[in-house]
């Protein structure tokens, strides 16, 4: 008798509680997820190493991302002669997701605090990078890079797009080895254009006075 096939596992772990969408809007907050899915385990004292940050003033958000349950207890590590509690996203294997449904109404409010947040984080990386003259901002090794490209998709390319991204963010979610000694951070806003105005489309097709 041939075996049911086991259901592949999600690649994902979704957050998509208002709860844990309000616990994301600091930019801090950001951060702190990000080291410790890169880390797969982090103590505060490493995490306040890699931002720049008093390990003091990290305690305090990492205590509001447990209640949130976007970072949980991960075992504890000896550093000298002290003992580190350990954190870890809930599921280090997979990358966590943003999951939403777009609409109006209050659901939607922490979400755009949200976006709010970690567009201004871009601009603060951005801001700190391009003072860096050490940056490079050209050839295959490029480390800053910021444009903008807007033009028409069939669904097939949009899919294709989809899955680029997938991948990006694949790439950057993997965990931290000795090989790689750098840290990145990549952020992007995919959105469908907005509309052009029903007045200027009139205006267009109005013919135009003869001389």
């Known amino acids: 008798m041939k075996k049911p096939a086991k259901t592949p596992r999600a690649a994902y772990t979704t957050v998509e509680s208002a709860a844990q969408i309000r616990a994301l809007t600091s930019p801090l907050r950001q951060d702190i997820v990000d080291l410790a ?25 990492v205590r509001a991302l447990q209640r949130a349950g976007l970072l949980v207890e991960a075992g504890a590590r000896r550093r000298g002669r002290h003992q580190e509690t350990l954190y870890s996203t809930p599921d280090p294997e997979r990358r966590l997701m943003l999951r939403y449904r777009s609409g109006r109404g209050a659901a939607t409010k922490p979400l755009r605090t949200l976006v709010a947040s970690m567009l201004r984080n871009s601009r603060r990386e951005f801001d700190s990078a391009i003072g860096d003259p050490e940056c490079v901002v050209e050839g295959p090794r490029r480390e800053l890079w910021a444009g903008r490209a807007t033009g028409w998709l069939t669904q097939a390319e949009l899919a294709k797009v989809n899955r ?40 267009a097709k109005q013919p135009r006075n003869q001389s």
Not at 170 to 186: E, F, G, I, K, V
């Open 37 to 61: 899915q890169a880390m797969v385990r982090v103590s505060v004292p490493e995490l306040a190493d890699h931002l720049g940050r008093p390990a003091d003033a990290l305690y305090y958000h």
């Open 164 to 203: 680029l991204i997938a991948q990006l963010g694949q790439l950057l979610s993997s965990p931290h080895s000795a090989r790689r000694d750098r840290l990145y951070s990549l952020q992007f806003l995919l959105s469908p254009s907005a509309p052009v105005r029903k007045a200027a489309s009139t205006r």
